[in-house]
């Protein structure tokens, strides 16, 4: 039965996540909530993870999850479900794309779902940033790291590549 909700539920992702692979989060958040299959520190630990591997985040994310929640069957499913209505969608827009790209109504779409990602990841970010709030080190990590990507402007997976070399450094020497 784990398999028939896991599949659901990624392809549920891959159909309604609007925006890369970030904007699969909430999605993920809730799955966290509603089935148990991870935590949220594993699912933060999923995101960090996926994003400094190399390929799509979500699909990252789906694969690791996958695995976390149901093994090498389960890692399967979920990278499969996430992709296929990925696969479907292009293939029937970019065959009605020609003849609408300079319609009002899909322009006026496409950006509505901007804002409507930004508040969804804004929204989560907030709700994996409470339980930190009592870790005083990783808040000083995040003021530094945000002090630093407003100063120097760098890409975002910098900034992501040295979070993780610390963590990792405060895991192994105890800090």
């Known amino acids: 039965m784990i398999y028939i909700h896991l599949f659901a539920e990624f392809f549920k992702i891959g159909l309604f996540s609007f925006g890369g692979g970030y904007a699969t989060i909430p999605f993920l958040y809730h799955i966290s909530q509603v089935y148990n299959w991870y935590s949220l520190d594993e699912l933060t630990q999923m995101v960090a ?5 190399p390929g799509p985040v979500g699909i990252n994310v789906a694969t690791y999850a996958g695995l976390k929640s149901a093994g090498i069957l389960g890692s399967a499913l979920a990278t499969a479900a996430e992709m296929l209505p990925s696969l479907f969608l292009v293939i029937i827009v970019s065959k009605l794309l020609r003849k609408f790209s300079d319609n009002f ?11 409507i990602s930004c508040a969804l990841l804004t929204s989560v970010a907030i709700g994996l940033l409470i339980p930190d709030l ?19 402007k760098k890409d975002p997976l910098f900034y992501i590549f040295i979070a993780a070399v610390i963590g990792i450094i405060v895991v192994l020497l105890k800090i």
Request: glycine share 0%; charged share 20%.
């Open 105 to 115: 109504y899909v322009k006026s779409i496409i950006e509505t779902l901007k804002p």
């Open 49 to 53: 993870v996926a994003s400094i591997t």
């Open 134 to 152: 009592k870790d005083i080190k990783a808040l000083i990590l995040l003021a530094l790291l945000l002090v630093m990507s407003w100063k120097s």
